[in-house]
């Protein structure tokens, strides 16, 4: 069966560390993945898309690596601050626009 | 500022009755979703539009229904079939022009439905 997995527990972190966030997926041969932040109570917000062909994208502070070969992408936030805590959801994209989530990683920096 | 309006935020049910959920973009965009969000789940689509008068179904229709008259609007109604209910409600749309698979989904900020 297709699936996407997402670490289920929780992610603790210290400020300024990096964190680092894994999707993996079976089943699927996504052209492109996509990574969205999700505060408790509130919709999604959109962060970065990368597509199969590229091995890394960066943002600012963020930073997304997509293996097709592992079936992998890494969601990197360097330098991370407590207003980073929230819960990170990966999403790949299967037909027009039809997106197919994670359960998301919650993520914990403390001061 | 253009975003997505979800309302109400917070909804009651009583056993056997149907609701509406509301869904409104003025992000001129083509494409609109509703979701669903239970706890320990990722999101599981409902349904979809990508043009005014048209929907289809996504993985979960059962117990749902909506309707697309307008390009801003895309309520979903939760039926009396649907037997567990109770979720958060998410509406998102999207661009749908040009490379369709490069748009963004932009989302509301949910609805949470509870069964009295």
């Known amino acids: 069966s297709q699936k996407i997995e997402q670490n289920s527990e929780a992610l603790n972190i210290q400020e300024g560390k990096t964190a680092t966030l894994t999707c993996n997926y079976t089943n699927y041969s996504p052209a492109y993945l996509q990574w969205y932040r999700q505060d408790p109570g509130r919709g999604p917000v959109f962060l970065l898309l990368i597509r199969e062909n590229e091995k890394e994208k960066r943002k600012e502070r963020l930073k997304v690596t997509f293996d097709t070969t592992l079936k992998q992408s890494l969601f990197h936030i360097t330098a991370s601050q407590p207003a980073d805590s929230a819960t990170y959801l990966c999403a790949l994209i299967t037909g027009f626009q039809k997106l197919v989530f994670g359960t998301g990683t919650r993520l914990l920096v403390s001061p | 500022d253009g975003g997505i309006t979800q309302s109400p935020k917070y909804l009651f049910r009583k056993e056997g009755q149907n609701v509406t959920l509301s869904c409104e973009q003025n992000l001129n965009h083509d494409a609109m979703y509703w979701y669903r969000q239970d706890p320990g789940q990722g999101l599981r689509l409902i349904y979809y539009s990508q043009i005014v008068n048209d929907f289809q179904k996504g993985d979960i229709a059962e117990g749902y229904s909506v309707s697309r008259e307008k390009k801003e609007s895309f309520p979903l109604t939760v039926t009396s079939a649907q037997k567990n209910p109770t979720a958060f409600y998410l509406c998102?749309?999207?661009?749908?022009?040009?490379?369709?698979?490069?748009?963004?989904?932009?989302f509301g900020d949910g609805t949470r439905l509870s069964i009295l």
């Open positions: 998102a749309s999207s661009a749908g022009d040009r490379d369709p698979y490069n748009q963004p989904q932009h």
